[in-house]
């Protein structure tokens, strides 16, 4: 019954930041873990990082120290920022639920060169 929004993509030089988000609509939002994903052309769908109801996150080896999860219950929103952005790092990126959940319609992060 979960639906998910992401918002904040968009195009972005090499190096600079960004953040995106993901609206949650539901009543079970806050016990949930929740996950970022990205799927660039031509690639498979990777995940980025996950979120769970405590807090605690794992990341990606490709965004480690780059990125940050977090999450405001209150608001039933996760969020991604986006720091020292490569070209790679350019994807569509998906929220969800986990272990198991819908997807969002995705956002485009265009990073340059």
């Known amino acids: 019954q979960v639906q998910l929004v992401e918002s904040g993509g968009g195009l972005v030089q090499g190096g600079g930041s960004t953040r995106l988000s993901c609206a949650a609509s539901?009543?079970?939002?806050?016990?949930?873990?929740m996950a970022w994903y990205r799927q660039a052309p031509g690639k498979q769908r990777e995940l980025v990082a996950t979120i769970n109801s405590g807090g605690s996150t794992v990341y990606a080896d490709s965004v480690k120290g780059r990125f940050i999860i977090s999450r405001d219950n209150t608001k039933n929103t996760m969020y991604l920022q986006m720091n020292r952005l490569k070209p790679e790092d350019t994807a569509v990126y998906y929220c969800?639920?986990?272990?198991?959940?819908?997807w969002g319609q995705g956002t485009q992060v265009t990073v340059s060169s």
């Open positions: 969800r639920q986990l272990p198991i959940g819908p």
């Open positions: 539901g009543s079970i939002f806050s016990i949930n873990t």
